[in-house]
């Protein structure tokens, strides 16, 4: 498939939340799609952008909170200033992605769009491109279509997809029965040794159409203010009367409102992909892409000057002062100008929790 064949196709990329996990590289004035956690010399952001620029040029819209629009338009020069779409505030996944869909369908009437978060790290980009394009041509048939990651182990930080019967006419599209919860280890064990069940990283392929209709069965209301506030964009921008209805939407992420009951009704459909696939949620998580599976590395990140014996997990720092690690495992050191964290691997889903005391304690120069 050229680029000139996916003319009526749309990428969108929500480049919301705070990444608390990641505190305190992640902060709400520079989340973690703003910054480069890879090495690769590029942001989570860029990266994105890039892996899908080939699929369909610029016809790429960002959904971003508007203290964050300018690191945006610094960061992705080739972005159309009508195709940024700036959120007065955080409601969460159904509002941003129905925002883009209600808009790109005012304008073009018969678009397909694609939801690919800004924090996902995938290095096989040609398989990216190959499952992304077969997804658009199920979508064209007026399916909801996910791409479902074949598991490399029996996960618990996943949500699963079943699938089902094979769809006639493409390569490799199958039904999807449901959508599953993170699972016990017990049943991610179970779901690891069958053929049925995948990881569902969170991408969707839909006629912008089709996933508006399935909103104003399951939210109306939602759907119904996304419809006026889209309106509103297309006219030249939110006025006042329009951030007071963003604020009161209600927040609800777009497996419950969308994916979950279209599967129910059999709308939805699966491309499996074998390509590596990583959702930078935490630091361990990162300690583990930058080692690569390896046991005993110490991975650096920043500027820091490192002296390590024994010592294996990952030091990010914003400074160029030199860090000693002296037999220290699974270590997390993330060092920035006016917070340090330290804590263990085992440890990195508790920086959510840290954070959340911050807020509680008023703190909020330090979020």
């Known amino acids: 498939m050229n680029m000139q064949s996916n003319a009526s196709f749309y990428a969108v990329i929500p480049a919301g939340g705070i990444g608390s996990r990641l505190w305190p590289l992640s902060r709400a004035s520079a989340p973690k799609f703003l910054h480069d956690l890879t090495g690769s010399g590029q942001t989570l952001l860029q990266d994105t952008w890039d892996r899908l620029e080939p699929i369909c040029g610029d016809n790429i819209a960002v959904v971003t909170g508007s203290t964050h629009a300018s690191h945006v338009t610094d960061q992705l020069p080739n972005l159309s200033p009508a195709n940024l779409l700036l959120e007065p505030s955080p409601r969460d996944s159904t509002?941003?992605?129905?925002?883009?869909?209600?808009?790109?369908?005012?304008?073009?009437?018969?678009?397909?769009?694609?939801?690919?978060?800004?924090?996902?790290?995938?290095?096989?980009?040609?398989?990216?491109?190959?499952?992304?394009?077969?997804?658009?041509?199920?979508a064209k048939t007026g399916k909801i279509v996910t791409i479902g990651v074949n598991p490399t182990e029996p996960s618990t930080a996943f949500g699963y997809v079943r699938t089902t019967e094979s769809l006639a006419g493409f390569d490799s599209a199958l039904q999807v029965q449901e959508f599953i919860e993170k699972p016990s280890i017990n049943k991610a064990k179970k779901y690891f040794q069958s053929t049925d069940y995948l990881w569902n990283a969170g991408m969707f392929i839909a006629p912008a159409k089709l996933f508006l209709e399935v909103l104003a069965e399951t939210e109306p209301e939602l759907a119904e203010s996304i419809d006026s506030l889209a309106e509103k964009v297309v006219a030249g921008g939110f006025d006042k009367e329009a951030v007071k209805t963003w604020h009161a939407l209600k927040k609800v992420a777009i497996d419950y409102s969308v994916a979950e009951p279209a599967a129910k009704k059999g709308l939805v459909a699966c491309v499996p992909a074998s390509f590596e696939w990583h959702d930078v949620g935490d630091f361990a998580a990162i300690a583990e892409l930058q080692s690569q599976g390896r046991s005993g590395n110490l991975a650096v990140l920043g500027k820091a000057k490192v002296l390590s014996d024994s010592s294996s997990g990952i030091l990010v720092s914003e400074n160029d002062k030199l860090i000693a690690l002296i037999g220290v495992e699974d270590i997390i050191v993330v060092d920035t100008p006016d917070a340090l964290l330290v804590t263990t691997k085992q440890h990195a889903q508790k920086v959510k929790g840290l954070v959340d005391s911050l807020r509680a304690s008023g703190q909020d120069e330090l979020l």
């Not at 941003?96 to 096989?124: C, T, W």
């Not at 980009?125 to 992304?132: D, N, R």
């Open 95 to 138: 509002a941003a992605i129905a925002l883009a869909a209600a808009v790109l369908s005012k304008r073009h009437p018969d678009v397909v769009i694609g939801s690919f978060a800004a924090d996902h790290v995938i290095h096989e980009t040609e398989k990216f491109e190959i499952a992304v394009k077969e997804a658009i041509e199920v």
